[in-house]
């Protein structure tokens, strides 16, 4: 299937800020725009949380205290920081392509859903009275 094509009036300043960022990554304006509208329909979309995560929040409370205190330790998977770390570490040496943008950006969204759950489980146990000094500080 042939992705549909969008003619765009933009203002002055934003071409030009895409024609800059494009410059700047190392790719073509077009595909500049669209991991630019990507992304910012992926951030709008997510203004709200998505329902997954809405779903797993909620559960979180029916949840023991051991099971809940296991959540507050949990990582992301060490498969998903090699790869971010590698990402990363290339962003650093050249421009991303676009397939690996959406790499990076799916690997940080996995990493904030953790995170999220995380603080949760944390806020939940402290409600709950449990002592967790040095839990709070690094969490």
Do not use: F, N
């Not at 669209?34 to 029916?62: G, H």
């Not at 998903?80 to 397939?99: E, I, Q």
């Not at 859903?113 to 009275?129: D, K, P, W």
């Amino acid at each position: 299937m042939i992705d549909p094509t969008v003619t765009l009036t933009l203002p002055t300043s934003l071409y030009t800020s895409l024609q800059r960022r494009a410059r700047a990554h190392q790719r073509p304006l077009e595909d500049e725009a669209t991991l630019t509208l990507t992304l910012a329909a992926a951030v709008a979309a997510e203004a709200v949380l998505p329902a997954d995560v809405s779903a797993a929040l909620a559960a979180l409370a029916a949840l023991d205290d051991d099971t809940l205190e296991r959540v507050s330790h949990s990582q992301p998977t060490v498969e998903d920081g090699v790869l971010l770390a590698a990402l990363l570490d290339t962003r650093g040496r050249r421009a991303l392509t676009v397939d690996e943008e959406y790499m990076l950006a799916d690997l940080i969204d996995r990493h904030d859903r953790v995170m999220v759950l995380r603080a949760e489980a944390v806020a939940l146990l402290q409600a709950r009275g449990r002592a967790l000094g040095e839990r709070v500080a690094s969490a």
